[in-house]
Nanobody, 115 residues
Framework: QVQLVESGGGLVQPGGSLKLSCAASGIIFSGNAMGWYRQARGHQRDLVGLTTGGGTTTYGDSVKGRFTISRDDTKLTMYLQMNSLKPEDTAVYYC?????????WGQGTQVTVSS
């Protein structure tokens, strides 16, 4: 059974940083594409960034230069380093892993950027 568990969300002040983790089980990490989406209240789910099995990473325009995706295939864990956070980054953040022609989602973790 595939399971993705996000952690690391919370409340942070504007300009601060957070690092999210996505821990996987029941799935092969190596060679698979994976990434992060976010959904603010009342909005659709938007792409934060996506990394391919080959290591190429693309980011949404609103987070370029501030967010970084990394992965440790040996630990079956993906990370999202978020710097220079803005109030508009407030959302539930979801990790996604593509494997066996299926998209697997985590349950989400809340990130709130507020003073």
């Amino acid at each position: 059974q595939v399971q993705l568990v996000e952690s690391g969300g919370g409340l942070v002040q504007p300009g601060g940083s957070l690092k999210l983790s996505c821990a996987a089980s029941g799935i092969i990490f190596s060679g698979n594409a994976m990434g992060w989406y976010r959904q603010a209240r009342g909005h659709q789910r938007d792409l934060v960034g996506l990394t391919t099995g080959g290591g190429t990473t693309t980011y949404g325009d609103s987070v370029k230069g501030r967010f970084t995706i990394s992965r440790d295939d040996t630990k079956l864990t993906m990370y999202l380093q978020m710097n220079s956070l803005k109030p508009e980054d407030t959302a539930v953040y979801y990790c996604i892993v593509y494997a066996n022609y299926t998209a697997y989602w985590g349950q989400g973790t809340q990130v709130t950027v507020s003073s």
